[in-house]
């Protein structure tokens, strides 16, 4: 029997108190112009001076094939872009995408996605000096978008195209002395059915006993009440077995009822409780997504609906991991809002607030409009030390092709 750990009985104990609020959108940058990237293809990464980096499509040269960005903030509040690396096609790889991740000696790291079979794709590497970024390509066997990084500086996420007609796999990359060495943790298999899911949608991340916890947006239950054939998603838990192998479970397959969750686009974010948070970009009781927490305690895992997507004016189709604050407030951003954009419309900040009882707030911060904020926010949003919000948008902007921006609270 199929456990349905998200259904509409979980969702009896919401509170849904939906308002606008009159908080400000400051656009950072606007992406698109002249020998500038544009599109932004994945959340924000903060160093410890405050500086921003992401990656986008386009670029300088005839055809554009994305960047790595830094936007630093400068004394009369303004923030001034460098482009760290502009990517070349063939060789030189192609599209960027998911969130960037610092070493601790400074370097960065991107997945990169390539295009066909012309495009190189994998992890690039870029390191700080004094003539500005020089880069390097650790692995060209494929990766999914953002990586996830150990103490001792291993690398993991969906890495490597796996052992079933490249449908991917879960791995890790380890340097040595002279290079680095890939070790396939778990391949996507299909079989029977993806039941195992596949495509996962950002890294895994730890919990505090050393797992990786993730979601795969496809794969899964490929029949009804799920909307497709490819499955609409899992969740899933690696836990090391002590000989260098890990051990693949799914802790749950969405679209286990009528009123669950379909499609996660995003990874799940933990809070200091050990509590998992994620969204889906369909399904729940209105059709339209739902945020959903889960929690294992003594092999047993608790799961509930905290948010039911009701109405698109308020915001519908989750995207993008979501942050959580010290309060255990959560961030994310959606498609909809009041401002027709076409399709769903221009999209829309919230904020989930846990409240006394045991229900959770939600409230509007931002609706994006093309000329505030940008349109179309497809990730997530990030968190600095005061409380601030950074995001991108993928369209919209002075220029059409996205904006960075920063809220304040």
Not at 7 to 29: D, G, I, N, P, Y
Not at 192 to 197: F, H, N, Y
Not at 280 to 302: A, E, M, N, P, Y
Request: hydrophobic share 35%; glycine share 18%.
């Amino acid at each position: 029997m199929r456990r349905a750990l998200f259904t509409a009985s979980a969702t009896l104990a919401l509170l849904l108190q939906v308002s606008a609020q009159t908080t400000e959108v400051k656009v950072l940058h606007n992406f698109g112009s002249s020998n500038d990237g544009n599109v932004p293809s994945g959340s924000l990464l903060i160093d410890s001076s405050g500086s921003l980096y992401g990656a986008t499509g386009g670029g300088p040269g005839e055809y554009g094939y994305g960047t790595v960005f830094e936007l630093a903030p400068q004394a009369n509040g303004e923030w001034a872009e460098t482009i760290v690396h502009a990517f070349t096609g063939g060789s030189g790889g192609s599209d960027p995408w998911g969130a960037p991740l610092f070493d601790t000696r400074g370097n960065l790291y991107f997945t990169v996605q390539g295009y066909g079979s012309a495009d190189i794709g994998g992890i690039f590497s870029f390191t700080p000096g004094t003539n500005g970024w020089t880069y390097s390509v650790p692995y060209t066997g494929g990766a999914g978008p953002g990586l996830l990084m150990d103490r001792l500086g291993n690398l993991y996420g969906a890495i490597g195209l796996g052992d079933y007609f490249g449908l991917g796999a879960i791995g890790e990359l380890s340097p040595v002395p002279r290079g680095w060495t890939y070790t396939q943790l778990y391949s996507f298999t299909c079989q029977p059915s993806c039941a195992d899911g596949y495509g996962p949608p950002a890294p895994p991340i730890w919990d505090s006993r050393g797992n990786l916890w993730g979601v795969t947006t496809y794969g899964g239950i490929s029949d009804s009440p799920c909307v497709t054939e490819e499955g609409c998603g899992v969740i899933f838990v690696m836990t090391p077995d002590g000989d260098g192998a890990w051990t693949y479970h799914v802790i749950h397959r969405f679209a286990s009822s009528p009123t669950d969750g379909q499609f996660p686009l995003a990874g799940l974010a933990l809070d200091s409780e050990g509590n998992f948070y994620g969204d889906t970009d369909g399904g729940g009781t209105h059709g339209l997504g739902i945020i959903f927490r889960f929690s294992v305690t003594d092999g047993k895992v608790q799961a509930s609906v905290i948010h039911n997507f009701s109405n698109c004016s308020t915001g519908c189709y989750p995207e993008g991991t979501l942050a959580i604050d010290s309060a255990g407030n959560l961030y994310g951003m959606a498609q909809g809002g009041p401002n027709s954009c076409g399709g769903p419309s221009c999209g829309v900040v919230f904020k989930l607030a846990p409240q006394a009882n045991g229900t959770w707030k939600y409230s509007v911060l931002v609706n994006l409009t093309e000329t505030t904020g940008g349109v179309l926010p497809f990730y997530g949003l990030i968190l600095d030390s005061k409380g601030n919000l950074y995001g991108v948008t993928s369209s919209g902007g002075q220029y059409g092709g996205g904006t960075a921006f920063e809220i304040s609270p």
